[in-house]
């Protein structure tokens, strides 16, 4: 088993982080009296959902309702298997989850690309978006400083699918230049999927920036229009 570094942090130098609440059907991060918007949740409601949509109407309710139900557990069981194992804790108590355990040993020699861990499920928010969020990992992926997301899926996804990753990876990135004045342009998505496969993406903030803060802009203009 690999002994992965991590680097001490004092972010928030004994101030207490984003607390994260649920607030008319949003999460929200909140600092004192303020609160922020989660992106994911943003980006869910921004970006088009009609091929979700019509899958729905396609299957039927309750099948979707099921599948995605089983796709978030699928998700949590994996993004906890993978954590500890960063985290250099034993990972021998989830075994009997035998898919999630079976995609995290698929996706084990991309974790070990990862070292010089910063932070592992770290919330923050961004006064200049006006959102918060929690990155999986920051930390050096092949070396370079990079915003790292997990995620699990039933086949490898196509490129086209994985945009909204790389958009919440650059809210992150932002976030987190903004909390610590240090830039991180690599994206790096680790996708694990039921067919045995792994996907390692890896992008430039640069490229999704301009059109983050466009969605930010078009959800902020709805939201006063209400």
Known sequence: MKEFNHIPNSIYNGQTPPRVDTIDGMRHYIIGEEK??????????????????????????????????????????????????????????FENHLLEFGMFEQARPSLERINDIFAIEFPMVSRELKMGGTADIIAKFDGIDSI???????????????????????????????????????????????????QVLIKNRDDFTQELKQIIAQYQKGRMLV
């Open 36 to 93: 922020f918007p989660s992106i994911t949740s943003i980006l869910n409601r921004q970006m088009d959902t009609e091929g979700l949509d019509a899958w729905r109407e396609r299957v039927g309710k309750d099948v979707a309702n099921h599948i995605c139900r089983s796709a978030m557990n699928r998700g949590n069981i994996f993004h906890k298997i993978c954590e500890n194992y960063l985290s250099n804790n034993c990972v021998c108590k």
């Open 148 to 198: 790292i997301d997990l995620k699990s899926s039933t086949r490898p996804k196509e490129l086209p699918y994985c945009e909204k990753f790389f958009l919440q990876e650059t809210a992150y990135s932002i976030m987190f230049e903004e909390l610590t004045s240090r830039p991180i342009g690599q994206l790096v998505t680790i996708i694990a999927n039921e067919k045995g496969t792994v």
